[in-house]
RNA sequence: GCUGAGAUGCCGGAGUGGACAAUCGGAGCAGUCUGUAAAACUGCCGCCCGAAAGGGCUACCCAGGUUCGAAUCCUGGUCUCAGCA
């Protein structure tokens, strides 16, 4: 079977680093698997590190901030990205925090092939939760009684659910010989390392960016722009005050680490990821590594 | 020093005699997740017991007081801010 090793684990960790030094020992191309990473235009925030990753990478800087992307259009990238480098005899080494598009590409999701129906979600849109809550429960009866509290709650599923309709959906099993390695950290570690590179990255330039993306006509409202790092800055480019600039900031360091915190509850439910401190652990994750490349088990 | 305003839970900030362990927001914590996933959504959030209902304890700067009952009223402190000096 091919291999493909996976890094995941939730932002700032680490990961591009040790992705890079794995594809230097083992001759390996990058693939990112990062939903923010995609767009083209939007890197500061977003952590295209181009300086410091110096082998080839995947699936990054394949949409226009306005168009619409989703784990469907990644998936097919991806295992595109995946077989080529595999037939250039190399090892794929997939890197990222979006543990969905991890976890889709791990498990493909036949209803990945069921795309979303843009005249019924115009039409949805303005309906209340209530109106769609009904919806399910009178035409997708058996849907609804499966459907958890919070999800329930939830507009956007309810609405997926909804075009979804009665298709039978079932996950496919990954054809690769993976290994998956997370990489984490205690919180209070993480929030500061978050905090830190926040700071970096105002200083990187990021308000520059934000500028010459509207001046490109991308807007606030597109779902690109709800990338951390650049959301929280509509109300400074509304009103450029210290206060506004300094308020930005700090939200943004809030928003990363919930954001973290999600990631790894999304993570630790996908199965098979063996987890590494970046730094404490890095002895024994390459040892596993190592081997899970060499004898093929760890 | 005088005059005015105020001191509320980790933070901001409501409440101004009972329905207040205290609205709401933020932070924090725990979750949900199968084409928006850095999205969207849910729960918890003083302490203790309980699965829950509920119960107990300690709380709204400090000390007294009024009252059946006070975060809320009165008195005296302490501190903070604004204006005057």
């Not at 080529?84 to 794929?92: A, M, S, T, W």
């Not at 080494?93 to 979600?121: D, E, M």
């Not at 115009?122 to 009866?141: C, Y």
């Amino acid at each position: 079977m091919d291999k493909l090793l996976i890094i995941t684990g939730p932002t700032a960790a680490g990961k591009t680093t040790i992705a890079v030094s794995f594809a230097h020992e083992f001759g390996g191309e990058l693939v990112s698997a990062d939903s923010r990473q995609v767009y083209r235009g939007m890197d500061i925030a977003t952590g295209k590190d181009r300086t410091s990753i110096d082998v080839p990478i995947h699936a990054i800087d394949i949409a226009d901030p306005q168009d619409e992307f989703s784990v469907s259009h990644w998936i097919s990238l991806a295992q595109k990205s995946i077989s080529d480098i595999h037939n250039r005899k190399k090892l794929p080494i997939v890197v990222g925090g979006t543990g969905f598009y991890i976890s889709a590409l791990l498990h493909p999701p036949q209803s990945l092939n069921i795309p979303p129906n843009l005249r019924l979600r115009t039409m949805m849109n303005d309906k209340t939760r209530e109106q769609l809550q009904n919806e399910v429960k009178q035409k997708l009866p058996d849907v609804w009684k499966f459907m958890n509290d919070s999800d329930r709650q939830n507009k956007r599923r309810l609405m997926r659910k909804l075009e979804i309709g009665k298709s039978l959906v079932y996950a496919e099993k990954s054809t690769f010989d993976t290994f998956v390695c997370g990489l984490a950290m205690p919180y209070p570690e993480l929030y500061a390392k978050i905090d830190r590179r926040v700071d970096e990255r105002v200083e990187a330039g990021v308000l520059d960016e934000i500028q010459r993306l509207l001046e490109a006509g991308v807007s606030f409202e597109n779902p690109s722009m709800a990338t951390l790092g650049y959301r929280e800055w509509k109300q400074w480019f509304e009103n450029k005050t210290e206060e506004n600039k300094r308020s930005a900031i700090q939200k943004w360091k809030w928003d990363e680490h919930a954001y973290a915190r999600r990631q790894m509850t999304y993570m630790k439910k996908i199965s098979g990821i063996r987890w590494y401190h970046p730094v404490q652990d890095i002895e024994r994750l390459k040892r596993d590594v190592d081997s899970w490349y060499t004898i093929g088990k760890v």
